[in-house]
């Protein structure tokens, strides 16, 4: 009669407590996400019946970590009851003789005792067990040297791919350039380091840089100048300011201007006394 009077005092203190939570847990569910009735979660998937693949978790690293976690826990606590048994085993046999509610108090402060120590230790393994969880997940989303090199190639592409379409612009934009040398007006030269070639017309503004280049670059332009009949003047200071001041289609600065006027009209006059 006592346990029974004790479980439906239990059960009056607790049930509405656990109602209560039952409540706001389903609230807090349904808020999240709304309500949905499946029965997916109760089906039966039939890939989780294949033995190879149970054996693969079974046996995987961290499963081995898991149970060698498990059988430390189980081992540390079992420790401190085995202990705290020890300790009072003397007091064990005075619940022979004494009445109910004495043997009651007695065995319920023992055991809220031992509780307490069970509760202490498996907080400490927790706390432990978080760190080593909070270890673990930042050490599983380090990449490896592979996942990286994949991971370039997937946001900057493959850089052989990449170095071969640059190979091509560079052979296209080289074609273009050329392309543009017979129409040139003068090459200006350093004369074997730099080759600036300039196009001008009556109705531009200013020269425009048609093509430059350097050292080997520099000697096919002169090439290519000569083969067209483009006049080439030597002008050491003058090809390597346009050489490094312009880029191929843009105007020359205002500031080489007058130089500039200088080898044209210098181109001009010799043009005119050859015809």
Not at 35 to 64: A, C, D, V, W, Y
Not at 73 to 78: E, H, M
Not at 219 to 232: E, L, N, P, Y
Request: hydrophobic share 50%; no cysteine.
């Amino acid at each position: 009669m006592l346990f029974i009077d004790f479980a439906i005092v239990f059960l009056k203190a607790a049930l509405p407590v656990m109602v209560v939570i039952l409540i706001i847990s389903l609230a807090a569910n349904m808020l999240q996400v709304g309500f949905h009735f499946t029965l997916e979660p109760i089906m039966p998937k039939f890939e989780k019946l294949n033995p190879l693949t149970g054996f693969q978790r079974l046996f995987s690293k961290r499963s081995l970590v898991e149970l060698v976690k498990s059988f430390i826990k189980i081992g540390v606590v079992g420790y401190f009851i085995y202990r705290f048994i020890l300790k009072e085993t003397m007091e064990l046999p005075k619940l022979i003789n004494l009445e109910l509610i004495e043997s009651l108090q007695l065995a319920g402060s023992l055991i809220l005792e031992l509780a307490f120590q069970i509760g202490t230790v498996i907080l400490v393994l927790a706390v432990l067990d978080y760190f080593y969880q909070w270890w673990q997940h930042n050490e599983s989303l380090k990449m490896s040297k592979q996942e990286i090199k994949e991971e370039f190639k997937q946001s900057e592409g493959n850089p052989q791919i990449k170095g071969k379409i640059k190979e091509r612009q560079r052979a296209m934009a080289m074609q273009r350039m050329m392309q543009e040398i017979p129409k040139a007006s003068v090459v200006v030269t350093n004369p074997t380091h730099y080759a600036v070639a300039l196009k001008y017309e009556k109705d531009m503004a200013a020269p425009i840089v048609v093509a430059k280049g350097q050292d080997f670059l520099a000697q096919r332009i002169k090439d290519a100048a000569k083969k067209h009949g483009v006049a080439i003047v030597e002008n050491k200071p003058l090809a390597r300011s346009l050489y490094s001041a312009t880029d191929i289609g843009e105007a020359v600065p205002p500031e080489l201007y007058q130089a500039i006027a200088e080898v044209l009209a210098y181109v001009y006059r010799l043009k005119k006394r050859l015809s």
